[in-house]
């Protein structure tokens, strides 16, 4: 699968985003879906994803009531909407997608096979 990440751009703090990530090849359904991202000097972080199948989600502390992981399957897409956003949010953000990894893994960027290019969030104050 190739994955195509959007939506990246400047807000201000208490501002919101949307970031999309287009899936291209099998069925996105069959993907555990995933966004991550990497502040600079930081290493790469798990955001938020969803398990294949129950469509359960998962957060990071650090944005839980405030980020929402969401699918459209017709669409191929897997979206982040993400409100609230504080100038630690500052990251390049990537979407992630694997097939077989199981449901310890799901927080492991290791885990995933297939990562988008990434897409840029400034958050100023």
């Known amino acids: 699968v190739q994955l195509q990440a959007s939506g990246g751009g400047s807000v201000q703090a208490g501002g919101s985003l949307r970031l999309s990530c287009a899936a291209s090849?099998?069925?996105?359904?069959?993907?555990?879906k995933a966004w991550f991202r990497q502040a600079p000097g930081k290493e790469r972080e798990f955001v938020a994803a969803i398990r294949r199948g129950s469509g359960h989600l998962y957060y990071a502390d650090s944005v839980k009531d405030r980020f929402t992981i969401s699918r459209d399957s017709g669409k191929n897409t897997v979206y982040l909407q993400m409100n609230s956003l504080k100038v630690e949010d500052t990251a390049v953000y990537y979407c992630a997608a694997d097939e077989t990894l199981i449901l310890s893994q799901i927080r492991v960027g290791s885990a995933y096979d297939y990562w988008g290019q990434g897409t840029l969030v400034t958050v100023s104050s």
């Open positions: 090849g099998r069925a996105f359904s069959l993907y555990n």
